[in-house]
């Protein structure tokens, strides 16, 4: 965005000294925001939403097929060559909303070039809502065996009342690495439903508790950062929300 580098500079002189510094993902579409992220101090890890829908890819980074492939080889040398992370997100993992051609097999597919060039952390993502529990849970298992080496994540978007069959389908399929906004924080713009957005990480923390997983969050802690969250919608009361 914008003002990133602003944000960050203010979120990193917030830091206590000393200690293992947080990971912090900065998301690029293109050359221009991978260079911004790696100039900007305390981005440690590069995120990309690689789309297997063609309207999407469009739509969101204006790239064919083939030049979302080598961007993200790009990716691959540029973070290796200066010591960050990369996280390669699949979007529309669990489906498309946009009339095109879907199956798991493209998630298979996409898996296995992403492994072959050596990538080290995917999230498969519901880009737009649209996953039930029962594609999230066919998706994972199917996919668990293509990630020899591997780190599976998700990244799924869903109305209030579907989060939690959705989490514990994943959960279930051995996906151990979830992505969530603090009080569902934040919207979806490609889900046409102002109830779809990003799950709560307080949701998936209770959700996993309860399916006897052990998240290895101080829930003492989350009480007081859940307040901050609460306080920046009573700042800025037209911020999205997923709840």
Known sequence: ????EEVMAKFSASLPAGGEPP??????VNEKGLERALATPGVTTIGYPYSISAYFRRAN???SRGESRALVETLNKETKAAGRGLVIYISMAFGNPYEEP???????ETLEWLKDIRIRTVSLADTAGDATPEI???VFKRANQHVAGVELGAHL???????A???LSAYRAGC???DGALTGLGGCPFAGDDLVGNIRTEDILATIKKAGGDTGIDESRLTTILAMTNEIRTKYPHAPIAS
């Open 1 to 4: 965005m914008a003002d990133s």
């Open 165 to 167: 069959a959705k989490i």
């Open 176 to 178: 151990r690495r979830f």
């Open 157 to 163: 978007h869903s109305r209030p009342e579907n989060a």
């Open 136 to 138: 999230v849970a066919d």
């Open 102 to 108: 879907w199956g798991p097999e493209l998630v298979e």
């Open 61 to 63: 980074a204006n790239m």
């Open 23 to 28: 990971e912090i993902i900065g998301i690029v």
